[in-house]
């Protein structure tokens, strides 16, 4: 048929023609039945977006460009039916994700969020405290006030477990800073000392270790590093018993045996 023929040839031709009219500049966004994306004048793709966010960056493109925009005000206008509390768990399992990455910097920031619009009396509170604190430590050197609302709340909820995390923490923090740390060790190593095996006593150990290693009680040291190891490996904490090795072996070569290398 060649008037069939003919209409298919006139399409194509229209189909390549509406492509060169539409054609995406350099890191251009088009929001038609989708989200076009172009990276140096090649389509990336469409992507399926969920119709709020599609809204979210069409508004933010369009009306949100002279002045800053709060995230609560963003909130409140596209996801209206999201309530506070969704918001900060929201908020608290983010820093959790990035913060299993390493991007300590970025989970404050986020647990820092969360803790904005977290209720002053709610009893998950100093959890995430200590969770802050320590991505404060790790990612800035600092958090050390948040590390001692968290372990002082710890400890009013009777949980010396992440008590001694957080008193750990100071400790750390404290040797970063120049300061001493032997007091927050030796206070964290009591707090779980008649406590069952658990993670949180694992990484008291594994902090307890290291310093009396550092601080010259290499005896201490390695009887500490010797739980910890056998409670790495009953837990499968491949971390800590990483840590407890290498402080055994220092250990043993410092008191003069050199089994431990």
């Known amino acids: 048929d060649r008037g069939g023929d003919q209409r298919a040839e006139d399409e194509e031709k229209g189909d390549r023609r509406e492509g060169q009219r539409h054609d995406l500049a350099p890191g251009e966004v088009r929001l038609r039945h989708g989200l076009d994306v ?7 793709g469409q992507l399926d977006v ?5 809204a979210l960056l069409a508004y933010l493109a369009t009306e949100a460009t002279d002045r800053f925009r709060t995230r609560d005000s963003i909130l409140a206008l596209f996801w209206p039916d999201r309530s506070e509390r969704q918001a900060r768990l929201a908020l608290r399992q983010a820093g959790d994700r990035v913060s299993s990455l390493g991007a300590h910097v970025i989970a404050a920031r986020y647990y820092t969020q969360a803790l904005a619009i977290w209720p002053p009396d709610d009893p998950e509170r100093p ?10 430590c790790l990612g800035e050197g600092t958090g ?4 001692e609302r968290a372990r ?46 658990s993670h949180s006593k694992a990484v008291v150990l594994s902090h307890g270790m290291m310093h009396l290693l550092v601080a010259d009680r290499s005896a201490d ?18 971390e800590v018993e990483a840590a407890a090795l290498g402080t055994i072996g220092a250990a043993r070569v410092t008191l003069g045996d050199p089994g431990g290398i």
């Open 144 to 147: 050390r006030e948040l590390l």
């Open 152 to 197: 002082d709340g710890l400890l009013a909820r009777g949980d010396r477990e992440r008590a001694a995390e957080a008193e750990a923490r100071l400790g750390q923090l404290a040797y970063v800073q120049g300061q001493e740390r032997s007091s927050h060790l030796d206070r964290a190593l009591a707090l779980v000392a008649d406590l069952p095996a």
């Open 50 to 54: 969920e119709p709020s966010r599609l």
């Open 221 to 238: 040291a390695l009887q500490v590093a010797r739980e910890g190891l056998a409670m790495a490996r009953s837990l499968g904490d491949r």
């Open 38 to 44: 172009a990276v140096e004048r090649r389509p990336a």
């Open 127 to 136: 959890a995430l405290e200590l969770r802050a604190g320590e991505a404060h």
